[in-house]
Every structure is written in structure tokens, then in C-alpha cells.
């Protein structure tokens, strides 16, 4: 309420004794009429003496009341609470805590929000990791236990079942050095080997290992922009390679058949922006904000038939980060897919 702060108490504490003290001496020394002018100076004196005393005391005392929330709050210097002490300024002084207080609070309802989304996350997590293990052990314990039990003396099995074995352990393998990957990538443990790279030249090496995929699914692979100049970037060029493989492979996956993929570089000041686009299947716009989640699957059946280890996108958005860059994407289901990310402009 505006009538009680410090400023507006220490007011009306300074007339209420003013008149209290100025009519006691008032009657004590009997002045009469001719002495006004040496009464209303009394008064005048007994006021500025009663306001300084009084915001001196009401300052000390909300130094007193503000300083544990100050200390709640945040670390304030104690220069900023002994600068309250000085009458009117207790009032700001009060404003100032409100604001802290809101600020505080508002900061506080962020964090937890943020811990609850942290703890969903980290229980996602911990699913799709039991899930994504769980399948390849138990399909290893499987073929191990006929073989066990008398499949290694059938020619007809023991060799298939071996094979099958091979196969799992190495999705194991795979999703144990991709978590170890990006696990590097966040700590910063895992370096980058920059250097100036033609990233066009890239590009071509990267169709041609895709070659064989992209022709089983009628896909083609080409260029969106002009590659007759080289385009150098500035990067860890092993590490671009993952990411190039990594989306190219994608693309193809959940293209359609008699589809395409086209990757483009443009030239924007200080950094090249690539760009690989695809006519394929798509994404619902719900789903954009969450596929570079670890093991985040849009069509999780699908996916997994597709195979891959459900890392590709986490991993392709840490090397991203760790080159302190940004990607994106854009995508609308049964039209097609579009990541760009940038990268800094290399030298000839």
C-alpha cells in the first residue's frame, strides 16, 4: 500500500510529534500571540530533527528486515544495502527488493521448469538406452542358447545363428561408441583437427559411398547450387564428413523411391551455409524440435527397420555445436526435408 511506505511513515511520525512536543512546550513556557513566529520556527526545528531521527531509524531497521532477503535471493554487495539507509532512499530501497523478489521468483519458476523437463528427458533416456541394448542382448542370448543346447553340431544353423550373433554385437558396439562420442563432444574431451577443405570434393565422396544405397531405392544424388568453383570451409573435415554421411544416409532412408537429394552451399560473409534437402516423407512439425534428441525415432518401427543406432542426428547436432556453429531444419510431411547448418569460410 502506497500510504505505508518509509517515506510516508516517517512524514507522519515527524507532524504527529512535532505538534505533540511544539504544544507541550508550547503550554509549559505559556507563550502568547506576539512569540508565533518563535513557535512555528520551534516547530519547523523539531521537525527536521524528528524526520532525520525518524527515517535514520526506519532505514536501519528495513537494513535489518532486507538483508536475509537479500541473502535468500542472491549475493548483493553490501555497499548497494548501506545506500538504503539515508531516509527517502529506504523507500526505492523497497522497490528495488520487490523487484528482486519478482526477479527471483520468476527465475526460480524457470529452473524448475527446467529440471522438470531434464528429469522427462532423462527418464526418456534411460528407456530408449535399456530398449535399445535390450534388443541385441537378448537376441544374442537367444541364438547362444540353441547353439548351446545342440545347434553348433547343425550345419544348417550354427553358421547362420554365428553370423546373426556378429550382428548384434556390433549394433551394441555401435551404440556404445556413439553415446562415448557425443559424451566427448559435450565435454569438449573429443578436439577438432580444423583445417581448409574444398567441401564440394566432399560432397562427390560422400555420394559415391552412397552410391550403392541410393540406386537399391531409385534415389538420385546431386548438387542444388553450382560446384565448377571449389567452396573451401574451415572445420575438422573427418568430422563434417560424419555429418554429411550421417544426413545424406537419412535422406535416402526415408526418401521416396524414384526421389531425390540435392545438397547447395551459399555464401553468406564469413561462413558458408550447406544445405541438404530431400522430396521424402517428412516430418510433423510437432516432432522438429525433439529429432536431435539421443534415440528420438519419428516412426520408431520404421526406424529401427531402417536400422542405424538412433545417435546420427544427436551426434550430427554436437559436432555443430562443438565447431560453435548452428543447424536446422525445416520439413513438412509428404514434401520433404531441408538441414542447413553453417560453417566457417576456409581459405584457397
Known amino acids: 500500500m502506497k500510504s505505508l511506505r518509509p517515506g510516508n511513515i516517517s512524514i507522519f511520525f515527524t507532524l504527529l510529534l512535532s505538534c505533540i512536543i511544539t504544544g507541550i512546550f508550547y503550554i509549559v513556557q505559556k507563550w502568547g500571540p506576539e512569540t508565533n513566529l518563535k513557535y512555528i520556527f520551534f516547530f519547523i526545528l523539531v521537525a527536521l530533527f524528528i524526520f532525520f531521527i525518524t527515517s535514520l531509524l526506519l532505514g536501519i531497521y528495513i537494513e535489518k528486515r532486507l538483508k536475509p532477503i537479500f541473502k535468500i535471493i542472491r549475493e548483493v554487495p553490501v555497499e548497494q544495502v548501506k545506500k538504503s539507509k539515508q531516509g527517502v532512499k529506504a523507500n526505492a530501497f523497497n522497490l528495488d527488493v520487490n523487484m528482486e523478489v519478482s526477479k527471483w521468483a ?17 527418464k526418456e533416456f534411460v528407456g530408449n538406452v535399456s530398449h535399445e541394448l535390450k534388443t541385441p542382448i537378448f537376441n544374442i542370448q537367444g541364438y547362444i542358447l540353441t547353439l548351446t543346447e545342440g545347434g553348433i553340431d ?38 577438432l583437427n580444423k583445417e581448409s577443405f574444398n567441401i564440394v570434393k566432399l560432397v562427390e565422396d560422400v555420394f ?14 546431386d548438387f542444388s547450387t553450382r560446384t565448377d568453383k571449389p567452396v573451401y570451409v574451415f572445420a575438422d573435415k573427418k568430422r563434417i564428413t560424419e555429418i554429411l554421411n550421417n544426413l545424406v544416409v537419412n535422406a535416402i532412408k526415408y526418401g521416396k523411391k524414384g526421389g531425390e537429394v ?24 510437432e516432432q522438429l524440435p525433439r529429432i536431435f534428441e539421443r534415440f528420438y525415432r519419428i516412426d520408431k518401427h520404421r526406424s529401427r527397420e531402417q536400422g542405424g543406432t538412433g545417435l546420427g542426428l544427436s551426434i550430427v547436432k554436437h559436432i555443430i555445436e ?4 548452428t543447424i536446422n531444419v525445416k520439413s513438412q510431411p ?4 531441408t538441414f542447413t547448418f553453417t560453417l566457417e569460410k576456409g581459405k584457397n
Open 322 to 325: 562443438a565447431h560453435e556453429q
Open 208 to 221: 559415391e559411398i552412397e552410391h550403392m544405397i541410393a540406386k537399391e531405392r531409385k534415389i538420385s544424388l
Open 262 to 285: 540435392k545438397v547447395g552451399f551459399f555464401d553468406i560473409d564469413d561462413h558458408i551455409i550447406v544445405e541438404v534437402r530431400d522430396n521424402g516423407i517428412g516430418i510433423e512439425k
Open 334 to 337: 509428404d514434401i520433404g526435408s
Open 106 to 122: 520468476t527465475h526460480k519458476q524457470e529452473e524448475i521448469r527446467k529440471l522438470k523437463e531434464l528429469e522427462r528427458y532423462r
Open 154 to 191: 547343425d550345419p544348417r544353423i550354427n553358421k547362420l545363428y554365428l553370423q546373426r550373433t556378429v550382428k548384434s554385437i556390433d549394433r551394441m558396439i555401435s551404440i556404445v561408441e556413439d553415446l562415448e562420442s557425443i559424451n566427448k563432444l559435450e565435454s569438449g574431451v573429443l578436439k
